[in-house]
Nanobody, 121 residues
Framework: QVPLVESGGGAVQPGESLRLSCTASGFSLNYYAISWFRQAPGKEREGVSCITSGGGGSWHADPVKGRFTISIDNAKKTVYLMMNNLKPEDTGIYYC??????????????WGQGTQVTVSS
């Protein structure tokens, strides 16, 4: 799988926004789908969003629909996860993974360090 680096996390208050980045090192993302996942303390890793190769389609988990959007900048080899109206339950470490299609956590063989998102008042 393609090595990726997650960034953009931080500590925000409920209702605020963050934009996460998932950047490929040395590889084009033109032929890959990028999936975002998160893991909250004490919980299993779960899928959040995905964008298909070429950006033609996307998927969002029900808890984030209407609040998160996903986009791709092929020139920068970066996928963005724009998170609006953040809630405390969005707290967790966010990871991304590249594959030829959107994947579930059990299909990922190598994880990056992720980026921490903390939503708290």
């Amino acid at each position: 799988q393609v090595p990726l680096v997650e960034s953009g996390g931080g500590a925000v208050q409920p209702g605020e926004s963050l934009r996460l980045s998932c950047t490929a090192s040395g590889f084009s993302l033109n032929y890959y789908a990028i999936s975002w996942f998160r893991q909250a303390p004490g919980k299993e890793r779960e899928g959040v969003s995905c964008i298909t190769s070429g950006g033609g389609g996307s998927w969002h988990a029900d808890p984030v629909k209407g609040r998160f959007t996903i986009s791709i900048d092929n020139a920068k080899k970066t996928v963005y996860l724009m998170m609006n109206n953040l809630k405390p339950e969005d707290t967790g470490i966010y990871y991304c993974a590249a594959d030829y299609t959107c994947v579930t956590p059990d299909m990922v063989t190598s994880w990056g360090q992720g980026t921490q998102v903390t939503v708290s008042s």
